[in-house]
């Protein structure tokens, strides 16, 4: 072994209570690198095709990145991992906060956890001792409150991630909470790890992460937080109305200006993602009223958007949240003064957060929004999908489809705060009723209320859309459609060839312009190749534990130099895009092996365009996303009908042991 990783990962098998360290080869880390590429390697080869998500058979993984604690910055991202049970197929979470160092410091680079246990347990380890204790004590409390007891009886050096009633119920849209609310929130693995019966993992790690250059891992930081920083003055020169000013500027001119990564970079800096609400609201990129609306006539950005965004929402913010080697700190610990709903300590919510429960419902209520979102993260439940179901929920009371009685009285009519914030708590306590009919997402809600409900269940593959619009970047819509995990906007996108500055790292990429037209960002051309680059090297970002934030601020953060600092490796950037493309097409081959195609992971029709708006930013845009999939499954080497991988693709990346899997017959 030389740096960057642990070498080997433990198992914990539940039903027996047993443990079992295995040591990894190299040549796997070379291969899949560690964080969810590591873990997807080694769930594909250890879990057959077919098994229950919720079932015994089902592992449930959590991992750390290659370059978490080796001095790089931006590398303190965790994943957990495991067959979604709200998709039937690859589920993975990325979390920040401060649990992944931790969990690497065990000296393990990931925790599988097989069968289930009788009891609830939490799995406490220190140094080279674990357990698994009785958590009975613990089951019924919320995460936040589960956390703070953990670590009053074991000590402040100890990190829990955990679920809360959310996951103990089994919801399947449950994610798992670290550091008082940060939440691996989306594919429902923490209805994996409630089925399990593990409350908790408690960890204190001990072990030092191995660095092959440690020297140089210290230049490379230096200079990448000299980059970083150039343009902290402009903090000082602009304002929220500004930026409100800007999106309706590029909605108008129908356009992106190449000038938004450091937009982004600036704006984050200042107010984190709430600076994104008022502007896209205004230039098309939020999605508005269940997806049918129009920002700029259902939820305008001074009079209403700005109400749930950047200087409102940082007026309640008490100190900067930073996760594990942040040099931004885009987060927020806050205390609320509303008399409605007080809060003494919480996290600011996030952009997806506001818009899913403000924005797609017509809420300006920024009290009401903190209290849900609050709310939300103490039961471990995922604030997109919630968002995107009681949407669903206020367009079938508005249709007449749900009433008064279905609803326990409650008036779903739009912007109706007070409704919104009774629904979150059945939903959370899985009330008889409304509660029991949306506990497990928009999906299985249609399904059970009547097909005549589908056409505006908005999701992909059973998940909820991301609050990001494919109809204005198009980008995000194969994302949505065609990657191993459907409905996920933090994977590639047009916009974000443009923020990763892809094209100055890389001569696979084509060149960007100063002005992005719509028609241009829509359009076929290049755009396989393009989104087949974008997510590789996202793939790379989460086999590295890295944010995917500090790979969008413009700065070229030195990720190559950095992994070959840390492992002693010499790959070339074009190389590591060679993983990210291997590490992609194992997920991948993950859902074939399940059965699921292409066509399952389609969009609603709604979401494509069809029939397109009539009026806004993106009026009359319809993506031809069939075409665009297409192109993407080609550069990648998939067959776009049935969404395997190509025998010939797995062959050009050493991939035979999955070939055999795939192509017995």
Known sequence: MTGGYMGKVLWVDLTKGEFREEAIPEEVYRNYLSGYGLAAKMIFDNQAGGVDPLGPEAILGFASGMLTGTGSVFTGRWMVVGKSPLTGGWGDAN???????????????????????EKPVYLLMEGSKKELVEAEDYWGTDAIETEKQL????????????????????SLIAGVVNDRGRIAARSGLGAVMGSK???????????????????QITALTKDYVRRLERDKFADKIFHGKLLALLGRLQSHMGAQPAMMGELFKITTRIWGTPSLSAMSAENGDSPVKNWKGVGREDFPSFSK????????????????????????????????????FPLEETHKPEYESLCALGTMLL???LGALYKVNDDLNRAGLDTISVGGTIAWAFEAYERGHLTKNDTDGLELTWGNSEAMVALVGKIIRQDEGIGQLLKNGVKVASETLGEHTKEYAIHAGGQELPMHDPRADAGYGIAYESEPTPGRHTIASYIYADLMNLSQKTDLMPKRALLHSLSERLGLKGKGRQQGL????????????????????GSNPPVAEWINAATGWNYSFNEYLEIGKRIKTIRQAFNSR????????????????????????????????????ASYYEEMGWNHQDGKPLPQTLDRLNMQDVKEQLYKD
């Open 197 to 215: 019966k593990l409350k908790a993992l408690c960890i204190k790690g001990t072990a030092k992460v191995p660095v092959h250059d440690r020297k």
């Open 594 to 629: 399940e059965g699921i195609q292409p066509k399952q992971q389609k969009m609603t029709d709604r979401a494509r365009g069809v029939p397109p708006l009539k009026s806004g930013p993106l009026k009359n845009m319809s993506p031809d996303f069939d075409n665009l999939n």
């Open 151 to 170: 670590i009053e009886k074991h000590g402040k050096a100890f990190k829990v991630a955990c679920i809360g009633q959310g996951g103990e119920n089994q």
């Open 305 to 340: 958007a700005s109400k749930i965004g950047d200087d409102a929402v940082i007026k309640f913010q008490k100190k900067r949240y930073h996760c594990f080697s942040c040099p931004l700190g885009c987060g927020g610990v806050c205390a609320v003064d509303d008399p409605r």
């Open 534 to 553: 974008v997510s590789a090297y996202t793939d790379v970002i989460n086999g590295i534990g890295m944010c995917l934030f500090g790979a969008c601020f």
């Open 95 to 117: 979390c920040g906060g401060n649990f992944a160092p931790a969990l690497k410091k065990t000296g393990y680079d990931s925790i599988f956890f097989t069968g289930q246990s």
């Open 363 to 365: 809420i300006d209520d």
